[in-house]
């Protein structure tokens, strides 16, 4: 079965109900599909795998990724596609490293994503006119978004040879479109 963003959210309702999941889901989501555009691959399959990537979160989230492949492989999903999933707790909860652009890039932006939500929320327009100048003075500041782990982003951009500003500036423009779903149009709407 070839994954689209359909039929990930067929898969993950039921298992992911949780609001800031969903939302968490879809902001992956959306900067995977910049990802894919960046590298000439299909959007909606690279959508779908990142909106799937915390499928067993909800049900388990201190065993995080230890209920996902046979669930997802019984529900039709590539090994592939679940390699790419599990890979995105590389060195953190499992030992599946990342090495196609799709690994890499799921890697990276899963954390890199929460900090462009909290840059967003911050501004009159969110995401609508968000720059990526704006996005490093922020990612510099450790202490904003405290939580999303600025090592691991950084990690992921070097496997994928490239600069955090770069990658941010491929998933802010991956995410805009989505701004008013993702909840980030800014203090004044």
Known sequence: MDLTLQKAKEINEGHVTEESLILHSLNVCYAMAGMAKHFGEDEDHWMGV?????????????????????????????????????????GIVCDVE??????????TVDELTGIIQACARMRPNGLTDLEVKSFMK????????????????????????MEVREVAEICIEGMRPHAEELGLLGTEH
């Open 98 to 107: 990342p090495v196609t652009n799709m690994e890499k890039s799921l890697f």
């Open 50 to 90: 990142g909106y799937l990537h915390d499928y067993d979160y909800q049900e388990y989230p201190e065993e995080h990724l230890q209920h996902t492949k046979e669930p997802l492989l019984e529900a039709g999903v590539s090994d592939e596609d679940v390699r790419a999933i599990l890979s995105h707790g590389y």
């Open 138 to 161: 922020k990612f510099k500041d450790k202490k904003f978004a405290a939580k999303c782990d600025r090592d691991t982003i950084k990690k992921g951009c070097e496997m994928l040879g």
